[in-house]
């Protein structure tokens, strides 16, 4: 019996703002776990703090909502411990580009096998709207009365230059689009960003819905060749009267669990405690 | 086996020179060489940090009885450049040898006056003949120390040989440097007078803390060790790194130490026995995840090696002042277990238990050590794997009901079943949040308060589990006219010290408390009579937990904070003192 949407669901009433973006996400996901076969048991996601964590309440598969930034080294270890899960981050962009910001690029160049989806709303929700570090530099919040003067971060610069394998982005307000991207970034061997522009209709007044549907373009249909990784760098780069959506860059690279001994003769978690440690101690005698 | 020292049963070697010549090294392979023949030893490093340049010794004391500690003095002294003779020279034992390299030169009758013997050696002019590196000055040396103290040059050779295993070049010089050494000392006619007997059988084994650790994680099933170097734990990180593929285990130097342990927690909770290690500027990065390993009922072992703080403190020396941190470090209010072990056989059986009650309390566990005990080798005999077992606790592998399967099930004993991702029939959750028995967040009043009263219902049971591994030690006298009280590597000098004041006619024990949390009970009844507490630190932090939890308040205490571990001489010398 094939999976539904009903069975991903965990039952827990959902506290979301009425029109988040994050309603498009949650459903999207669901969509690609079901158009992909897989088995809830054999997926793992792990949340982090903020709007975004509460993902990991509604979703019902194998979950850790852990602690604020700290999504990258939690699912990066999960995978090395069983490299037979698929294995989904889910962070907000305060989580992965503020605080979890240290294991970013670590997380890229060991090119974990993992999809990491970016809840990027470009503002804090769940404190009650201060400014995040994808903020646009001008956007009044309550920590920035003035604007705020610092340009934001770029998650997809970031990621091509960290070394992930995957990188993407997409719209909340694109529920095909974004279903394709997630599946796409699920299935690559190793590291896969997808940076999520999710508007947040509480807090950030100019980063809408309307915002984004007047400037995001589909990069496939603008022709791109995502083998490429400065054409790749340049179309991140963009950020005004044209947002472009899709996928920035792919790459095939050895992923961070070929590079482990140990992991050889399958999951790590399989094989038995019990070890002879004759050879071991033979070094001290 | 017989050794040539200069009093009593003990011979002790001071190999000194810079960082970078191989230093600790040298007293590692002597000491193996001397456990081979039969004797106890004990080996420590002093070392500042920095990688050229400074000054460094190993002291290396071997014995035909027990030996435990470092002392201050030393017969024979390797001197590897000039500064080393000037630093160590008035802490030679009349009689002494110092082995130097010719080239220094030292000023004619140097150390005469108090009986000390100068053995200039060409090190330099020999290792040249030999066209090895400069580093082999060392190995010269390790022959003519062998020859003074009448060890074995065979013994030495094979120990050299099996470091280079392979390397059939590399192991000839060597062997021929120590061979040159030894002639060129042997050949002088010195030596010592005093004979050392060695013990009947050879010692199993020569190690430091940070390998009784690895092996006993091991042992215990560890499979995933993930750290960010730090002095003392580095080794812990070498060791598994070095040893992925023998040991099968998966080892990573993460970017940070929050990573290192949110890196051992994910581990964990995917399935595997897992651990990090650090020091106190790491383990202060890692309160918050010990914070979730709580919350999330994930085990968690955690290895804290102590040095000086606060803060860079002393990057490479050794300290008791993280104790009360260890115990109360992190927030919120969470079951945990904080344990010291007291030398290597400790530090083997403890890290492997830690790894069975963070499993079967799904709590974390913290291992606290220090420089001293984790840095430092000790002989001692094969570890008892049969005294190893393996415990995960209530696990389930499938599901069958009645019911949906609840990770955070509302137990009698307060600790839910645990599965692992991936078990069919089964979704595993673990929440930061404070959760729902499911798993799924909460903020319910009546949900709160029963998910932290399951949560400590676990405090009985853990207490119960910690009073089975004996967390009181207690060694000397049985009616002793003084208790000395202390923890981890004070363990060592303390017992060294038991010894000394045996010859001094006082009769004394000293009582090691081994868990620190959950406080084991029954110390009271060794709290008699006059008692001095001993500790690494400024403060006097067991004397603190021991006020708190027995009321009993120390009138003596014998506390060094410079970074040094106790010589057995001061804490005996403090005890007389106490006496009176």
């Known amino acids: 019996m094939s999976l539904t949407m009903k069975d991903l669901d965990t039952g827990a009433t959902n506290t979301w703002c009425p029109g988040c973006g994050n309603f498009a996400i949650l459903m999207t996901v669901k969509q690609a776990l079901i158009q992909l076969g897989l088995n809830p048991s054999q997926v793992v996601a792990v949340s982090g703090i903020g709007c975004h964590g509460k993902t990991t309440d509604y979703l019902k598969v194998n979950t850790f909502h852990v602690i604020h930034g700290r999504v990258l080294p939690a699912a990066t270890a999960i995978k090395l411990a069983n490299h037979g899960l698929t294995v989904l981050g889910f962070a907000g962009d305060g989580d992965a580009f503020n605080i979890g910001m240290g294991h970013f690029p670590h997380a890229a160049r060991r090119n974990v096998n993992m999809a990491y989806i970016v809840h990027d709303n470009l503002i804090y929700g769940l404190t009650t709207g201060q400014a995040s570090p994808t903020s646009r530099q001008g956007l009044v919040t309550k920590t920035t009365p003035r604007g705020s003067a610092e340009p934001g971060v770029n998650p997809l610069t970031q990621s091509l230059t960290g070394g992930a394998t995957f990188v993407a982005r997409t719209f909340a307000g694109e529920a095909k689009h974004m279903t394709e991207v997630l599946k796409r970034a699920i299935t690559h061997r190793g590291f896969a960003v997808v940076d999520v522009l999710q508007p947040c209709v509480t807090f950030n007044r100019v980063n809408t819905y309307e915002f984004y549907k007047q400037r995001v373009r589909k990069l496939e249909e603008e022709g791109h060749d995502e083998g490429d990784f400065e054409a790749a760098y340049r179309r991140a780069q963009e950020w005004g009267d044209v947002i472009p959506i899709g996928v920035f860059y792919v790459e095939e690279r050895p992923t961070y669990e070929d590079g482990f001994p140990a992991l050889a003769g399958g999951p790590l978690v399989g094989q038995p405690l019990s070890r002879d440690l004759s050879g071991l101690m033979a070094e001290f005698k | ?580």
Request: glycine share 12%; with cysteine; proline share 4%.
């Open chain 2, 1 to 580: 086996m017989k050794c040539k020292g200069l009093r009593d049963d003990t011979v002790s070697v001071v190999i000194g020179g810079e960082a970078g010549q191989g230093i600790s090294r040298s007293g590692e392979l002597l000491g193996k060489a001397l456990m081979r023949c039969g004797f106890h030893c004990y080996g420590t490093m002093d070392y500042p940090s920095l990688i050229r340049g400074g000054h460094n010794f190993y002291q290396l004391r071997a014995s035909s009885r027990p030996v435990y500690s470092q002392t201050p003095y030393a017969d024979v002294l390797i001197a590897l450049n000039r500064e080393s003779v000037g630093l160590h020279l008035g802490s030679m034992n009349a009689g002494g040898g110092v082995i130097h390299d010719e080239r220094d030169a030292l000023e004619e009758g140097l150390g005469r006056d108090r009986g000390i013997n100068l053995y200039p050696v060409p090190l330099t002019d020999i290792v040249k003949e030999l066209g090895g590196p400069d580093i082999m000055r060392n190995t010269v040396a390790l022959g003519a120390a062998s020859a003074l103290i009448g060890l074995d040059a065979g013994t030495l050779k094979q120990v050299v040989a099996e470091t280079f295993e392979g390397r059939e070049k590399i192991i000839k010089m060597n062997e021929d440097a120590i061979q040159r050494g030894y002639t060129y000392v042997a050949g002088q006619d010195y030596g010592f007078g005093c004979c050392l007997e060695s013990g009947e059988r050879p010692r199993g084994q020569w190690l430091t803390g940070n390998d009784a650790i690895a092996l006993g994680a091991m042992a215990a099933g560890c499979k995933f060790y993930s750290a960010y170097p730090m002095t003392p734990a580095s080794p812990l990180l070498h060791y598994f790194a070095s040893h992925d593929k023998a040991g099968g285990t998966v080892a990573i130097q993460t970017e940070s130490e929050i990573a290192a342990a949110m890196m051992a927690i994910g581990a964990s909770y995917a399935g595997i026995r897992s651990m990090t290690g650090t020091s106190g500027g790491g383990f202060s990065l890692m309160t918050e995840s010990l914070s979730l390993a709580a919350m999330s009922e994930t085990p968690l072992v955690v290895m804290l090696g102590q040095r000086p703080g606060p803060s860079t403190g002393l990057a490479t020396y050794s300290a008791q002042g993280d104790l009360l941190f260890a115990v109360y470090g992190a927030h919120g209010e969470f079951q945990r277990i904080v344990v010291a072990p007291g030398d290597v056989d400790e530090c083997f059986y403890l890290a492997a238990e830690a790894f069975n009650l963070a499993e079967r309390f799904q709590i974390p566990v913290i291992l606290l050590t220090d420089k001293t005990l984790v840095e430092s080798n000790q002989t001692t005999d094969a570890f008892d794997l049969s005294r190893v077992s393996i415990d995960r606790g209530k696990l389930v592998e499938s599901w069958e009901g009645p019911g949906e399967y609840l990770r955070y099930r509302d137990d009698e004993d307060g600790v839910s079943p645990r599965a692992f991702p991936g078990a069919e029939g089964i979704l595993v959750p673990a929440n930061s949040n404070e959760h729902l028995e499911n798993g799924l967040s909460t903020s319910s009043s009546e949900a709160v308060a029963k998910m932290v009263d399951k949560r400590f219902r676990k405090a009985q049971h853990i207490r119960a589990a910690v009073e089975g591994l004996q967390p009181i030690r207690v060694y000397g006298d049985k009616r002793p006219r003084v208790t000395l009280v202390g923890w981890g590597g004070t363990k060592g000098p303390a017992l060294e010290a038991l010894g000394m004041l045996r010859d001094d006619g006082v009769k004394a024990r000293f009582v090691q408390v081994v868990f620190m949390e959950p406080f084991p009970g029954g110390l009271e009844k060794y709290l008699k009579g006059t008692c001095v507490l001993f500790e690494d630190n400024r403060s006097a932090q067991l004397g603190t937990l021991i006020r708190l939890n027995t009321g009993y308040a120390f009138k003596h205490v014998g506390l060094r904070y410079d970074g040094r571990p106790f010589n057995p001489g001061e804490i005996r010398d403090r005890v007389l003192e106490v006496l009176g």
